[in-house]
């Protein structure tokens, strides 16, 4: 018996207490995102990720770096947003990091550079501390 009520504690304080701060959000946190879309320096849009489909791909030549690009969110009605929590930011991933790479230059704006000739994906997210909020569908990279 002791054990059961044991494990029973276990798994309620793991339950309340997991996650406490990371999933507590209030539409004053920040909206949640379904798509991104990408704008160069002069704020012209390079490319759109709605509905898990992305618009475009993504051109770059090689030991060169790409135009310094800005990612606003959209939301559940597609609008744009840019979240304004001081814990949230993006990550890249790349499904080969041997073909680009990214040099993030604040929270919301970021360069590629090309590594190697080839093809790649890219998956931009939206991390709250340490989980990711949003993932995107991946963006083909292109390194000429």
Request: glycine share 4%.
């Amino acid at each position: 018996m002791k054990t059961f009520l044991f494990m029973l504690l276990t798994v309620v304080l793991v339950l309340t207490t997991s996650c406490s701060d990371s999933h507590n959000h209030s539409d004053d946190d920040h909206a949640e995102a379904f798509g991104f879309v990408l704008f160069d320096q002069n704020n012209k849009e390079i490319l759109r990720n709605q509905n898990a489909t992305p618009s475009d791909s993504i051109r770059i030549l090689l030991d060169s770096s790409s135009t310094l690009y800005r990612v606003q969110f959209l939301n559940d009605k597609n609008e744009l947003f840019t979240p304004t929590d001081v814990a949230l930011s993006i990550k890249l991933t790349f499904g080969n990091g041997a073909i680009a790479t990214e040099t993030i230059t604040n929270r919301w704006n970021f360069s590629l550079k090309g590594v190697s000739r080839g093809t790649t994906s890219l998956r931009i997210s939206l991390f709250h501390n340490d989980h990711a909020d949003y993932v995107s569908s991946p963006v083909t990279i292109v390194v000429q």
